[in-house]
Nanobody, 124 residues
Framework: QLQASGGGLVQAGGSLRLSCAAS????????MGWFRQAPGKEREFVANINWSGDRTSYADSVKGRFTISRDDSKNTLYLQMDSLKPEDTAVYYC???????????????????WGQGTQVTVSS
């Protein structure tokens, strides 16, 4: 139901744009978010956005470099990643939050649906 794409190999300082296409359900009233998981580490919050798209929240590590957005007419969530660093290397997952969720919700257990992940590798 969630298909993430757009990952790849990029040099430090470069940019990538991730997309997450939703199908099968209407997620327009829910928060959506991006998480990432590096090898040997737990999955961590990256960014999320509310149902109307006017409220967003970012992890401190990506604030000012990443931008989350959504286009409900296309059932798609985006993550624009600029000024990438080697420490951004991870598998990136999109997720849909529980009904009634908020952008303050950053824990993985508060998200019901997950995409399959897309690999982002940043070389130094």
């Amino acid at each position: 139901q969630l298909q993430a794409s757009g990952g790849g190999l990029v040099q430090a300082g470069g940019s990538l744009r991730l997309s997450c296409a939703a199908s099968g359900r209407d997620f327009s009233s829910r928060i959506m978010g991006w998480f990432r998981q590096a090898p040997g580490k737990e999955r961590e919050f990256v960014a999320n956005i509310n149902w109307s798209g006017d409220r967003t929240s970012y992890a401190d590590s990506v604030k000012g470099r990443f931008t989350i957005s959504r286009d409900d007419s296309k059932n798609t969530l985006y993550l624009q990643m600029d000024s990438l660093k080697p420490e951004d290397t991870a598998v990136y997952y999109c997720a849909v939050g529980r009904v009634g969720g908020s952008v303050v919700h950053r824990l993985t257990l508060l998200y019901d649906y997950w995409g399959q992940g897309t690999q982002v590798t940043v070389s130094s």
